[in-house]
């Protein structure tokens, strides 16, 4: 019977990874430090239109009760990571003319 070592993960991949340039090493850290936003208990569903829909007015709630768009930036940021840009795009669009359905800032 072969022993467990025999199976690690740096048996499988043979060749050092490439060297990579001071360039490619920033882009590397920008795209490791990208986060999106975390679990919520309330949207246990693999479809997340509820979670999009409630973190983006969280984000308007936000605005309005505290005028503070730089203090709630974090709450956007959340609500573009779980949202598709279409959406965001078009409710930005629609609170611009006023019909936004949902929380008016």
């Not at 829909?53 to 936000?62: A, D, F, G, K, Q």
Request: net charge neutral.
């Amino acid at each position: 019977m072969p022993d467990i070592t025999d199976y690690k993960l740096n048996k499988i991949f043979t060749t050092p990874p490439p060297e990579i340039n001071q360039e490619e090493q920033a882009l590397l850290n920008q795209v490791k430090a990208v986060r999106t936003t975390p679990r919520d208990a309330r949207f246990p569903a693999f479809n997340q239109a509820g979670h999009c829909w409630n973190r983006y007015n969280e984000w308007l709630v936000c605005v309005k009760q505290t005028k503070d768009d730089e203090g709630c930036k974090n709450l956007r940021y959340m609500a573009l990571s779980v949202c598709p840009s279409l959406w965001t795009e078009k409710w930005d669009e629609e609170r611009g003319e006023g019909i936004y359905p949902g929380v008016k800032a």
